[in-house]
């Protein structure tokens, strides 16, 4: 039932664009595991951030960013996993900002594939001394990304957090209707039901942008308190 990070055989693309309270939100679907790369803008200053680098996506970054006349600040990566970094390496040459990471995944992101999944076709590898940790807020222009840590589907698992705009970014920790794989040799299954229900608390309202597949809501995921019931057999 999890999803996992099988390559298929299409490569979609998608875009779905929405503005709230200050804020520009696009998502856009690339790379062989059809992995979601979202763009965070804010509309008064134009600042904006770029969360998880998915194969081919830096080419569908820099047109989005041009057609909303945005100015990229930072890269944020909900983890370490090679279909989010593929391309971290080209926007940061591209951009020249820093790339966010939490310490316990930084490592795959240095050495691709040290996480022993098996990679599909080379990635290079980057080396960030800009790390996440719980809490943290993280200023872009009027907006503020919160981190909150969600250990689970990997060891430093991190989803983001506009308390105002109430949207989370959730990676692979929640997808709509399901949650992360957890059989990866890096996971910490016995770490995501905690991270599940710190998300279950939440306001209900909450539009969730999951690292794969469609947005949902807290409420219609309102199962994940009871995930560790559901899911623990996996
Ligand atoms: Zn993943
Ligand atoms: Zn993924």
Known sequence: MATNHGVRGSNPLRCEVSMQHLMIIKVFTAGPAETNTILIGCTKTRKAAIVDAPLGSSELIVQALKKDSLIPQMILLT?????????????????????????????????????????????????????????????????????????????????????????????????????????????????????????????????VFPGHGPETTIKDESWIKEAKKMFEEF
């Open 79 to 207: 983890h370490s996993h090679w279909d989010h970094i593929a391309d971290a390496a080209k926007l940061k040459k591209l951009f020249n900002i820093p790339i966010y990471i939490h310490p316990e995944d930084a490592e795959n992101l240095e050495r691709p594939g040290s996480d022993r999944l098996p990679l599909y076709f080379p990635i290079e590898g980057i080396k960030t001394e800009n790390y996440l940790s719980d809490g943290q807020i993280l200023p872009l222009g009027e907006l503020k990304i919160e981190v909150i840590s969600t250990p689970g589907h990997t060891p430093g698992g991190v989803c983001f957090w506009l308390r105002q705009q109430k949207i989370l970014i959730s990676g692979d920790t929640l997808f709509k209707g399901t949650i992360g794989n957890l059989s990866f040799p890096t996971a910490r299954p016995a770490l995501m039901w905690e991270s599940l229900k710190k998300l279950a608390d939440l306001p209900p309202e909450t539009r």
